[in-house]
């Protein structure tokens, strides 16, 4: 009889969170539909385009690239040599001497021929939050273009959405592991939620800094 009860109990939690988890990937993205682009002549132009960060490598060891990382710069170059941004904020995690998204992410925009003039680093990206918050607060952007894959954009315009930014999203191509990412993706989406709704900060802010 108690076996029984916890099996119930069990099934009840798995479909209120399904249910739960579903919900929120439907609102996250049809909320978003309309400022999301594949298109690269139908995206309106922004001064600022944020790219988003995102592992270098998959085994380093190796020099195996990260094809998501790969496909992100390959999007932001493709942007600003269309001229839709004309700055691009790198914005990534840099919490250690040794890991550093988005040095490595500026050295490969440059490498691809966008000036080192027009990139500006946000070493304190540690998650999407942080990145949409600390391009408004620290970047003093209250309108850009936000460049990543789209599950990612998805999830980061739905942000700028709550925080008073205006954006949209230009979507870099998929990688080999889709399925996976987007399983992982759905729960993110869950977390981000609640952190709007307990109306979660950056973890770091800082001086201003001017685009210019």
């Known amino acids: 009889m108690i076996l029984r009860s916890w099996r119930y109990i ?12 579903g919900t929120v990937h439907y609102v996250v993205n049809t909320a978003t539909s309309r400022q ?6 139908q995206i309106p132009k922004n001064r600022v385009g944020l790219l988003l960060g995102t592992a270098k490598y998959n085994d380093k060891s190796k020099n195996i690239i990260n094809v998501y990382y790969q496909h992100r710069i390959d999007a932001a170059v493709a942007l600003y040599m269309a001229g839709k ?8 995690d840099n919490s250690t001497l040794y890991y550093n998204e988005p040095l490595l ?13 027009c990139i500006y680093m946000d070493n304190a990206g540690f998650r ?15 309108r850009f273009t936000i460049i990543s894959q789209r599950f990612h954009n998805q999830r980061a315009v739905y ?6 930014v205006q954006t949209v999203a230009f979507n870099a191509e998929d990688g080999d592991s889709f399925w996976d990412v987007a ?6 989406r869950v977390k981000m ?14 001086d201003n800094i001017e685009i210019q």
């Open 128 to 142: 999407t939050l942080d990145s949409i918050l600390r391009c408004r607060d620290v970047f003093g952007q209250t």
């Open 36 to 41: 999301i682009y594949n298109d690269i002549n």
């Open 183 to 188: 399983i992982r993706e759905k729960m993110a």
């Open 105 to 117: 992410m500026k050295n490969d925009l440059i490498a691809r021929g966008v000036p080192a003039k």
């Open 10 to 21: 069990i099934l009840i939690l798995s479909v209120s969170l399904a249910l739960v988890v």
């Open 85 to 92: 941004v004309d700055f691009i904020i790198v914005s990534g």
């Open 159 to 164: 942000i700028a959405n709550h925080k008073n």
């Open 193 to 206: 939620m609640l952190d709007l709704l307990m109306n979660k900060q950056a973890k770091l802010y800082g």
